[in-house]
């Protein structure tokens, strides 16, 4: 296994941010110890294509000039979430027919909640994702006694790098 989740959302953002007429800061922190990684192959997917989702839309509607995703285990839940510093949604944003009707039903799919928030202060949303530990067979995964949040760079100067999900043998 070449990349994990972490890296392969990495390279979809830089993929999604580039050819834009804006410069869009993007960066992933994962404080799960890679939790995410010993997942189910249905859940890693799920998960990557609501991050996948979720940058599409801050790219397309918000003006946004950051998008932050961070993973974190909190208890016995997997919080992801995107974050992003551009215009705050209108009203009605969390009754759209499209990617995020797409969000929700993938966020089912894996027995995970799906909360998204506006800023008051107009300067973002979020799309917060919680995953409980259980509900993917990880219970049995010892939590780190520090985890510390890794950040994952990625060398633009070498060209694309594919975000394909790796398959896990065994």
Avoid: Y
């Amino acid at each position: 296994e070449l990349f994990g989740l972490a890296q392969a959302i990495e390279a979809q953002l830089d993929r999604a941010t580039q050819g834009l007429d804006r410069r869009i800061a993007t960066s992933v922190t994962d404080a799960t110890d890679s939790i995410l990684d010993r997942m189910d192959d249905r859940i890693r997917l799920s998960v990557f294509r609501i991050v996948q989702e979720a940058v599409t839309n801050a790219i397309k509607h918000s003006a946004c000039g950051a998008i932050n995703v961070t993973l974190a285990r909190k208890g016995d839940v997997i919080e992801l979430t995107v974050a992003n510093d551009g215009r705050v949604p209108a009203e009605g944003w969390r009754r759209s027919n499209g990617g995020v009707d797409n969000i929700r039903a993938r966020a089912d799919l894996i027995g995970a909640a799906i909360a998204f928030d506006r800023d008051q202060d107009g300067a973002g949303s979020r799309t917060v994702l919680r995953i409980p530990v259980k509900a993917v067979g990880q219970d049995d995964v010892e939590r780190p006694v520090a985890a510390v949040p890794v950040s994952v760079p990625v060398d633009r100067s070498t060209g694309p790098v594919s975000a394909d999900l790796p398959v896990r043998e065994g």
